[in-house]
Nanobody, 125 residues
C-alpha cells in the first residue's frame, strides 16, 4: 500500500520558521507532482505548493516568497520550508502525490490520488 508519512508540524511564533517533510513509500508508479495542501478550521482544502518530477515549482500567491518546496527523488521525499510564517498559516497541512495523468490542473485537489493524514501547524501571534 502507498503510504505518505508527514512530519515537522508544531507550534511556532509568527515570523519564525518550520520545515515539513513527507516520505512516500510503496509507490510502484511514477510520481509526477508532489505537493502540499492545507485546511484551516472551518474551511476547505487550499493549494499551497507543488513540484514536478522535472523540478518545476509552483506556489499559491499567499505563500510565494515565504515558502520553498523541494523534493529528493532518491528518498521519494518532498519538503516544505516555511519561513516568515503568519497566524493565517495555521492549518492542517496535507502531503499529496499524483499517479499517471489527471484531468484537473496541478493546483486542484482532484488532481491528486494519494493524501497523507495531515500534520498540524499552529502559528501564534
Amino acid at each position: 500500500q502507498v503510504q505518505l508519512a508527514e512530519s515537522g508540524g508544531g507550534l511556532v511564533q509568527a515570523g519564525g520558521s518550520l520545515r515539513l517533510s513527507c516520505a512516500v513509500s510503496g509507490a510502484t508508479f511514477t510520481i509526477n507532482y508532489m505537493g502540499w495542501f492545507r485546511q484551516a478550521p472551518g474551511k476547505g482544502h487550499e493549494f499551497v505548493a507543488t513540484v514536478s518530477a522535472g523540478d518545476g515549482k509552483y506556489y499559491s500567491d499567499s505563500v510565494k516568497g515565504r515558502f520553498t518546496i523541494s523534493r529528493d527523488n532518491a528518498k521519494n521525499t518532498v519538503y516544505l520550508q516555511m519561513d516568515t510564517v503568519k497566524p493565517e498559516d495555521t492549518a492542517v497541512y496535507y502531503c499529496v502525490v499524483d499517479r499517471a495523468q489527471a484531468f484537473w490542473g496541478r493546483s486542484d485537489r482532484r488532481h491528486y490520488d494519494y493524501w497523507g493524514q495531515g500534520t498540524q501547524v499552529t502559528v501564534s501571534s
